[in-house]
């Protein structure tokens, strides 16, 4: 039972794997299993009663977690201090902020590590106790379903059949192990057959007339085993077919539909923007349609408005019902009062593959969003998120406000309002002197505040010597900021928005991180596609008058972030007066068409690697249609090959039947007891081979005719004897004289094989022959249907498959009885 409780808790946390980055979880996970499985071996031992088998199995645990994770705080390496105390519980704390911050699957950080071998070790603990102390095994599901509600409660898709069928399976095989203990405990099982393997009563070794069969309940475990197996299948299966099971979104905390304030917990944006960059097969993400006569603006998810030293994050959303959407006009951006804007309409349509997007990405600032389902707004950043929905598979149309200002009015901008100051100004006290003094350098000699972003722009993309790194390691700590910023220069587009973001405040510019995606790439007029490899971060920085307007560091092209594009304003040379200075250049000569296509002011990012516009439009527009042949392609092939499978095991089947035969024998292979020998047939060739046993050969050709008569669809009674076996099937094949004789060299070769010492004269070769002429009679007395059943989905195939995972559930269940009973016969010896 101890063995089956530790087995159960396993299965049921395989359900936590989609929670993870990396895979050490388990095996900390099991670590904490073991370590508690002991504790529970060794009260028990003791025999002390319950309360001391959860007791031990706590300090078991204990013990484990100071061992693995603060074993150099703990005496002598593993008996728990104050100090290792302690730092479990900072590192504990430290594992609850970081699964706050992340969105699933979190990385593997030693806070998380940590929380998740005390949760299974806990769960555990709890499963020993009623299991296999109190012997209460039906309510120690209960510990095992709150570990299997983890993932299905913060999951969008829920848990996967595949995790659930497992933790199930595990928790059946725990009930069954607990009936077969009790039902033993009552004395000698009683069975439907036995074993025919005589085994010796205890004390009668000496006495060959005291022996006893030992008894088997097989067909029993069988029953249960079938009964446990559809069970679990009908659990699987009739959700998926129920309507209105649908999973709930990341969000959905419960009470969303009150009207009650609620704190909005999201995912990290950072970390889903590395892994959007990262991927290898750069799907898209969304397809939207545009009015917009220039190239479309950045579409945003998130604007990060809070530095802690370390990372940018946003401040806790607040939200109520009256953050809902409703049709109506949503608030004005906050700031622009002077700036001229323009209406622009965008219809959005976001993959159905695309999971957790609970934010929406909408082109800054919406006005209005129509939407069906639970969306709302974030007045001062005018973020649209859910608590309960997902965008995956959503189509929505979005109103905005697209401001146009001149370098002029944003040079011209007056003072910063004291509320926008205060919070978008603030840094903390520990950033480096170093950091602080680079802004300064920088920045030296401009006059306004947007002459200094232009010269932070240009510093980060053209003169600072940076370039862009997939492979750069996110920020964590201060430090690495400094070493991007002074040293390494090397990151993308986190690190370049960052810490631009960071200068911007340092100097006193107003100024937050803003994530989404950058335009994507356009296919046809009015039509873009965006990919995960256009996500995308970038600085917002505040000027009274215009608000909230966008600038871009990051290096753009080839050599960088391929759709990124930085805004008309940033670019004129600012003089240092803080005016846009005046470039004479020579008026443009007489141009191609392409050269008028390009110096068009909707000539904004392009497709990566675009060979021009008639290029873009034409070869990338069945693509960019979300029409692959490859994936169709993939799923046929995948299908043939599925189809293929039983017609290639029993073709297998066949040939190592045959070759079994003719393989080469050792010379230590000799007859079968109770069998006459049979004489060498390859002396003559120097003996490099013996003949096998004649009766090998008739087996096999019984065999491989039964499996034949079962794949036509022929019925087969298994309690025939040969002889009669062959009677019935000539009259109903009505053989000619060449079948009729080999159906009867087959079973009379089998037939001398069980009942008598002699054996058919009959060479393998011969029988395999009789076996294909017999297989020929088989196909000509039925349908074509059947013929081809026989040939691509034979039923021999998938008995003989029934047949091996039966037998090897049996095998397994018998090693975990046998383990079982160990500490039985050790305690008996």
């Not at 088997?216 to 077919?241: M, N, Q």
């Not at 600032?365 to 639970?374: L, N």
């Not at 088989?778 to 003989?800: D, K, N, W, Y």
Request: proline share 8%; hydrophobic share 40%; aromatic share 6%.
């Amino acid at each position: 039972m101890t063995v089956m409780a530790g087995l159960a808790t396993l299965a049921g946390s395989i359900g936590l794997y989609p929670l993870f980055e990396e895979r050490g979880w388990f095996a900390a996970g099991l670590g904490a299993v073991l370590a508690v499985a002991g504790g529970g071996l060794l009260s028990r031992r003791l025999r002390l009663p319950a309360a001391c088998n959860a007791l031990f199995g706590l300090l078991a645990l204990l013990f484990y977690l100071n061992v693995t994770y603060v074993a150099d705080a703990a005496w002598l390496g593993f008996i728990p201090s104050p100090e290792s105390i302690s730092r479990l519980a900072a590192l504990n704390e430290a594992g609850w902020q970081a699964a706050n911050r992340y969105a699933a699957p979190v990385p593997l950080l030693p806070g998380i590590s940590l929380m998740a071998a005390a949760g299974i070790g806990l769960v555990a603990v709890l499963v020993d106790l009623l299991a296999v102390r109190l012997r209460r095994t039906a309510p120690a599901g209960l510990p095992l379903l709150a570990m299997y509600s983890v993932p299905a409660a913060v999951l969008e898709d829920g848990v996967s059949w595949l995790a659930f069928g497992v933790g199930a399976l595990g928790f059946l095989g725990l009930l069954m192990a607990d009936a077969r203990e009790q039902v033993g405990g009552w004395g000698r099982t009683v069975t439907t057959h036995r074993r025919q393997r005589e085994v010796p009563l205890a004390g009668a070794a000496s006495r060959p007339e005291e022996t006893a069969t030992r008894l088997d309940a097989g067909a029993l475990a069988a029953s249960g085993r079938r009964i446990a197996a559809v069970a679990v299948a009908v659990a699987v299966l009739v959700p998926a077919a129920v309507p209105g099971l649908q999973p709930r979104g990341l969000l959905d905390l419960g009470g969303g539909s009150g009207d009650g304030t609620q704190t909005v917990t999201t995912p990290d944006p950072l970390v889903s923007l590395k892994r959007e960059l990262t991927r290898l097969d750069d799907s898209v993400v969304l397809t939207y349609r545009t009015d917009d006569r220039q190239a479309p603006d950045y579409l945003r998810l998130y604007a990060l408005d809070r530095f802690d030293g370390d990372r940018w994050t946003y401040s806790p959303l607040q939200s109520s019902s009256r953050d809902r959407l409703t049709g109506d006009e949503l608030p004005s951006p906050p700031g622009l009062t002077v700036a001229s804007s323009r209406k622009v309409t965008t219809r959005v349509e976001v993959r159905r593959e695309v999971r957790n997007m609970t934010f929406l990405p909408v082109p800054y600032a919406p006005s209005k969003v129509s939407i069906k389902g639970d969306w709302r707004v974030h007045g001062p950043s005018l973020m649209v998120y859910s608590l309960r929905d997902s965008a995956g598979g959503r189509s929505y149309t979005v109103e905005s406000r697209r401001a146009e200002p001149t370098s002029a009015q944003l040079a011209a901008a007056g003072n910063y309002p004291a509320e926008v100051v205060a919070h978008y100004t603030a840094v903390p006290r520990n950033i480096p002197r170093q950091i602080r003094d680079l802004a300064e350098n920088v920045t030296a000699g401009s006059a306004t505040a947007l002459a200094q972003a232009v010269k932070l722009q240009r510093w980060f993309n053209q003169s600072g010597g940076f370039s862009y790194d997939l492979s750069a390691p996110a920020p964590q700590h201060g430090s690495d900021l400094v070493d991007f910023l002074l040293h390494s220069k090397r990151g993308y587009c986190e690190q370049f928005a960052a810490s631009m973001a960071l200068l911007a405040r340092i100097i006193g510019i107003p100024s937050r991180v803003a994530m989404g995606y950058t335009p994507g790439s356009e296919v046809r007029p009015g039509q873009w596609v965006v990919r995960s490899r256009d996500a995308h971060a970038w600085p917002e920085l505040y000027f009274q008058g215009t608000g909230w307007v966008r600038f871009e560091p990051t290096p753009a092209g080839a050599a960088g972030q391929g759709t990124a594009d930085a805004p008309g304003y940033s670019l004129p040379q600012i003089t240092a007066g803080g005016g846009p200075e005046s470039r004479s250049e020579p008026a443009p000569e007489a141009s191609s068409p392409a050269d008028d296509d390009s110096a068009q002011p909707s000539a904004g990012p392009r497709h990566r690697g675009d060979t021009g516009p008639e290029g873009a439009a034409g070869a990338q527009e069945g693509e960019e249609d979300g029409f692959s042949a490859a994936p169709w392609l993939a799923g046929g092939l995948l299908v043939l090959l599925l189809m293929a499978v039983p017609m290639a095991l029993r073709v297998l089947t066949r040939r190592r039947r045959w070759a079994a035969l003719t393989a080469p024998r050792g010379p230590e292979d000799g007859p079968r007891p109770g069998r006459p020998p049979v004489a060498p047939a390859g002396a003559a060739s120097g003996g490099r081979a013996r003949t096998r046993d004649p009766a090998d050969a008739a087996h096999a050709a019984w065999r491989e005719m039964r499996a034949d008569a079962l794949d036509h669809g022929l019925e087969w009674r298994s309690s025939d004897s040969p002889r009669a076996t062959a009677r019935r099937l000539g009259e109903l094949l009505e053989l000619d004289a060449e079948g009729a004789r080999a159906l009867g060299r087959i079973a009379r070769a089998e037939e001398l094989a069980r009942y008598s010492l002699s054996r058919s004269p009959e060479p393998p070769e011969r029988l395999r022959a009789d076996v294909r002429t017999v297989r020929g009679a088989f196909a000509a007395s039925v349908g074509r249907r059947a013929r081809l059943r026989a040939r691509l989905l034979p039923p021999s195939t998938m008995e003989q498959t029934r047949e091996t995972l039966r037998s090897t559930t049996d095998r397994v269940l018998e090693l975990a009885t046998r383990v079982n009973e160990l500490p039985a016969r050790l305690r008996r010896r």
